[in-house]
């Protein structure tokens, strides 16, 4: 399946979010129900997204769409859609837009994977917001790992009484987080990619979803 994504094209080394969340539904986990739209194509009058929507400016060099505005949240109607798709979609270096839908509030965490120049294949998991901005709250292991692994990575971070329930939260589901973590794992055990960034995920009782995806090869 890996080999066939990277197949399509040959001269790509780096993946936009739509392109790396497709690789991942495939292989079985969630992301957000949403449509991709190229760069001078007009967003489709007729969709099947329920509102509220979040809209996202798509690049393969833009770094951090915060820091260009690129995202738009609390869509509420098809005139606040058409406003954001325009604005997002005249930023420069745009690929496109891609807008989904909202996804259930849950705790958001960060799921990663590079090739270390020492270790080689590793993955990397913590808790997301200032868990790793502050605390830098983060574990790694090698990779390929299974599901009882993945759960061994997520107690390494101090922040994993969060995600069992914590002060009245009920606990989220570690094994759909446990899919994920064992998914970045088995794409990293190929030897075929140079990073993968999942940032965040989204997790809670009922599963977790990707919210953001990166992807690149080795150069």
Do not use: C
Not at 51 to 63: D, E, F, G, W
Not at 72 to 97: K, M, P, Q, W
Not at 109 to 123: K, M
Request: glycine share 12%; charged share 20%.
């Amino acid at each position: 399946m890996l080999k066939d994504f990277i197949k399509k094209n040959p001269e790509r080394k780096v993946f936009a979010e739509h392109e790396v969340k497709g690789l991942l539904e495939k292989m079985g986990l969630s992301v957000p129900k949403g449509i991709f739209v190229s760069g001078g194509e007009q967003f489709p009058e007729a969709h099947s997204l329920s509102y509220p929507l979040v809209a996202k400016v798509s690049s393969r060099t833009i770094q951090s769409k915060s820091d260009v505005g690129g995202v738009r949240t609390g869509i509420r109607d098809e005139n606040e859609l058409r406003i954001a798709f325009d604005e997002l979609s005249s930023i420069g270096s745009a690929d496109g837009v891609l807008v989904e839908e909202t996804v259930s509030q849950g705790i958001e965490v960060i799921v990663g994977g590079v090739v270390d120049r020492q270790f080689g294949p590793v993955v990397m998991f913590g808790l997301g917001g200032l868990f790793v901005e502050l605390f830098s709250d983060v574990a790694f292991a090698l990779a390929p790992m299974t599901g009882k692994d993945a759960l061994t990575l997520m107690k390494q971070v101090k922040g994993f009484k969060v995600l069992g329930g914590y002060r009245g939260r009920p606990p989220v589901d570690l094994h759909g987080l446990s899919n994920v973590i064992v998914a970045v794992s088995e794409i990293m055990g190929t030897g075929l990619i140079q990073e993968i960034d999942l940032n965040p995920v989204s997790v809670n009782r009922q599963g977790a979803v990707v919210l953001d995806a990166k992807l690149s090869l080795p150069a």
